[in-house]
């Protein structure tokens, strides 16, 4: 990934460390079996932080609750640094997905994205999708009828 632009390095980076919180960590371990080699900057650790919310999607803030986290923080052999923070308490998505940050920043990104983060996508993509059929599916079409004195 070249640095040319830094709003663009940013949103993709905002973009693939989304899709690796969301994976499901065993799709993400079976897609990125053998983690390379690496130091530990931190351990993954388990937390928890504040969620909040907005009512209607665009009004004040209010905290919802807390929502259990792992994160991870490492330095590939080549100096990249990847982190990642991932939802619930697995240690090993948060060290997959720090590592393949980090990945992500070398000259691997190429092949890093077509083995590990397009089959992520695809399976989020068709999660979605079938979601969406399913709340479809329930959708009812209300109408009223238009009676003589309302004419």
Same mark, same amino acid.
């Given at each position: 990934m070249t640095h040319d632009n830094p709003e663009a390095v940013i949103s993709a980076r905002k973009t693939w460390m989304g899709l690796l919180a969301r &994976?499901?960590? @065993?799709? %993400? &371990?079976? !897609?990125?079996? &053998? %983690?390379?080699?690496?130091d530990l900057l931190r351990q993954p650790e388990i937390g928890a932080v504040m969620v909040q919310g907005r009512i209607g999607g665009t009004g004040l803030p209010f905290n919802l609750g807390e929502m259990t986290v792992t994160r991870c923080s490492l330095r590939l052999a080549s100096g990249a640094v990847?982190? &990642?923070?991932v939802h619930g308490r697995d240690k090993g998505h948060a060290l997959r997905a720090a590592a393949v940050d @980090? %990945?992500?920043? /070398? @000259?691997? @990104?190429a092949e890093v994205q077509a083995a590990v983060l397009t089959p992520l996508q695809d399976a989020e993509t068709a999660r979605r999708a079938n979601r969406a059929a399913k709340a479809a599916a329930t959708k009812v079409e209300f109408? /009223? !009828?238009v009676r003589g004195e309302d004419q």
């Open positions: &994976a499901k960590p @065993a799709r %993400l &371990a079976e !897609l990125f079996p &053998a %983690l390379p080699s690496h990847g982190h &990642a923070h @980090a %990945l992500m920043q /070398t @000259a691997e @990104a109408f /009223t !009828l």
